[in-house]
């Protein structure tokens, strides 16, 4: 689970921003939204099932969860087609002189295993300039290893606690551009292997504002399990789309080289190579009027809220199955207020049988500020400065009345996070 994540110096972000999912024990009302973890480290502690993000168009909601995206991927990508020269994908703040010049730094505090572990890593276009690992076996908090880079020797300088034996064939492999983690789990440590695994499967961030939905996800889940094939037509049907099934038609690959526009050489060199083979098809069908057949929509004929609904049973079934901590951005973006809500309230339902999943998500639709679906620690708040630097805000951190109307609180600006128009 996710603890806190803290990023500096990466995209619309130039000074240190912190997201917690913490929360905070004097709220007494949606108790089942906090998940207690009672372990060394954590005392006394409840971690959210779920946060939402607020904020003006080019506020810096998606930069965070890009920023969690590059660190989750930086950690977990293979080392091969990996570059050992430079770390191309860094973006740091650029409407600074300075920061341009100056590192990046991440922090991620999470739990595996039932053990809290905390790690940091500053590295700039060039290098890894420090790597740290910490955990807590006892209330006390241990170093499992420590780099960091000397400018003076261009060498690495390594520490390590009593958890874990140094190993020289892992550090002589390190690259200055590879995390220890990821160079560790790669040859097999055990410990490392274990904290590589939970950025690898444990973590997700997903982009729903454009382009491309999940859909792979969805259709393999259902493909794979016929009742959760039957739940997710149900949910359809709840979402009143005027679905009443959902068929994968398998079609010859051979019947696509009748398209005119092939090239007659072209479609004979592919005649071979589509032999026997098929394509699977999505469709969605409806009731016909006055009549019991039904219609089968191809996936175009469907809107884009209607198909991204289902891509979406697909993902929430995985951070079911798998206890993930997931960031979607733009979730409810082509969605009904009322759909989205259902949507939440289905993860939340879902929550309550897995409690280890979490749902991190950015929207606009204001009508999810509602202290019947989120408690104000579960509520955040994000706007950029007069020099365009990302900042962000728990609703917690604002003193309201009691029974505010939220929605009317925030188009008023009292928690900022809105758009200043002229």
């Known amino acids: 689970m996710l603890v806190q994540f803290s990023v500096d110096n990466f995209l619309s972000i130039k000074d240190k921003v912190t997201f917690s999912m913490v929360a905070n024990n004097k709220i007494k009302k949606m ?204 949910i359809l049907q709840d979402a009143d789309l005027g679905i009443v099934d959902i068929k994968i038609l398998e079609k010859p690959l051979e019947e696509l080289l009748e398209a005119e526009n092939i090239p007659d050489d072209i479609r004979e060199k592919l005649r071979e190579e589509f032999q026997g083979k098929v394509s699977s098809e999505l469709y969605f069908s409806h009731k016909v009027h006055n009549s019991n057949e039904l219609e089968n929509f191809p996936m175009n004929f469907e809107s884009r809220g209607t198909l991204k609904i289902f891509s979406l049973l697909g993902p929430l079934n995985d951070i079911y199955k798998r206890g993930m901590t997931v960031f979607f951005d733009e979730m409810c973006s082509s969605l009904h207020p009322l759909v989205s809500r259902s949507f939440i309230r289905l993860f939340q339902k879902y929550s309550m049988e897995n409690r280890e999943m979490q749902l991190i998500f950015t929207t606009h639709d204001s009508t999810l500020l509602d202290a ?14 007069t020099i365009g630097a990302t900042s962000m805000n728990s609703l917690d951190d604002f003193k309201g009345r009691q029974g505010e109307a939220l929605q009317r609180g925030y188009l008023a600006g009292r928690y900022g996070g809105i758009p200043y128009i002229k």
Request: net charge negative; glycine share 6%; charged share 25%.
């Open 31 to 234: 108790t089942e939204n906090a998940v207690s973890v009672n372990i060394p480290g954590l005392p006394n502690v409840k971690l959210l099932n779920s946060a939402v993000l607020f904020g003006a168009n080019a506020s810096g909601k998606s930069n965070l969860l890009q920023a969690v995206g590059f660190l989750m991927q930086f950690v977990s990508a293979k080392i091969e087609g990996r570059k050992l020269d430079s770390v191309e994908e860094l973006i740091p703040f650029r409407l600074d002189k300075f920061s341009k010049d100056e590192p990046t730094s991440f922090d991620l505090i999470f739990i595996s295993g039932g053990r809290l572990y905390q790690y940091e890593i500053v590295l700039n276009s060039k290098r890894i300039l420090r790597e740290t690992l910490y955990a807590n076996y006892t209330v006390q908090t241990s170093l499992i290893f420590d780099r960091q880079f000397d400018v003076e020797s261009e060498e690495y300088d390594w520490s390590y606690g009593s958890k874990f034996k140094r190993d020289k064939i892992i550090e002589e492999k390190t690259g200055r551009t590879i995390p220890f983690i990821t160079m560790g789990a790669y040859l097999n440590s055990d410990l490392l292997k274990e904290i590589y695994e939970w950025f690898l499967n444990k973590l997700g961030v997903v982009d729903l504002s454009d382009g491309d939905l999940p859909f792979p996800i969805t259709v393999e889940a259902m493909e794979n399990n016929p009742e959760l094939r039957n739940e997710f037509i149900s």
């Open 372 to 385: 019947q679906l989120f408690r104000s620690d579960q509520i955040w708040m994000v706007e950029k400065d």
